[in-house]
Structure formats: structure tokens, C-alpha cells
């Protein structure tokens, strides 16, 4: 199993920059790929980001060019920086991880981060 933990949420004013960070722990070396989703109110939980164990990273277009997804394996931490924000990236965002359990794959869900981008 994965557990995983999300920080760096807040409030802040359009144009601006956070850095989210997600600390993962378990079964680690498991983890195939993490990603970063985010939910708006009244909207479905849409795909942010991703990257995998080979590093190579995947973003939706609405973030592309201003969302950086990152890695320190050292500390197991998976971070997505945020430039050039806007109102209407404001949304809870969730670390996932999608990790080996013998042949299967399993997903794993942080709680959730707010973020809040005021105009």
C-alpha cells in the first residue's frame, strides 16, 4: 500500500505562484506513475499532471507551459509548481499514485489540498 500526503494549498492572487508538495510512503518502490488531479466545486475531478517512474511527465492542456510536475526521490516527494495562476485553476487538488501489487495495479488518494486563486 501507498499513503500519501498533500501540502502547499492556499490563497493567492492571480498571476501569482504555490508549490504543492505530495509525500508518499509505503510501498514506494511499487509506484509506477503519480499524477496530480483537481476537483472545482460542482465539476468532475479532472487530470492535472503526471509523471512517471521513468520520469517522463504529462500535463492537460489548460496548464501546459505554467504547471511543472517534479520529483525528489530522495524524499519520495512528488511536487507540482504553479505559475501564472488564474481563477479558474481554484480547485482541491489530489496527489494519486498508481502502484504494482504483484501483476495488478492499484490506486492510491491524498486528501486533498486546497487551492484558491482570487481575481
Known amino acids: 500500500q501507498v499513503q500519501l500526503v498533500e501540502s502547499g494549498g492556499g490563497l493567492v492572487q492571480a498571476g501569482g505562484s504555490l508549490r504543492l508538495s505530495c509525500a508518499a510512503s509505503?510501498?514506494?518502490?511499487?509506484?509506477?506513475?503519480m499524477a496530480w488531479y483537481r476537483q472545482a466545486p460542482g465539476k468532475q475531478r479532472e487530470l492535472v499532471a503526471t509523471?512517471?517512474?521513468?520520469?517522463?511527465?504529462n500535463y492537460a492542456d489548460s496548464v501546459k507551459g505554467r504547471f511543472t510536475i517534479s520529483r525528489d526521490n530522495a524524499k519520495n516527494t512528488v511536487y507540482l509548481q504553479m505559475n501564472s495562476l488564474k481563477p479558474e485553476d481554484t480547485a482541491v487538488y489530489y496527489c494519486?499514485?498508481?502502484?504494482?501489487?504483484?501483476?495488478?495495479?492499484?490506486?492510491?488518494w491524498g486528501q486533498g489540498t486546497q487551492v484558491t486563486v482570487s481575481s
Open positions: 494519486n499514485s498508481d502502484f504494482l501489487v504483484g501483476p495488478n495495479t492499484f490506486g492510491s
Open positions: 509505503g510501498s514506494i518502490l511499487d509506484i509506477v506513475r
Open positions: 509523471i512517471t517512474s521513468g520520469g517522463n511527465t
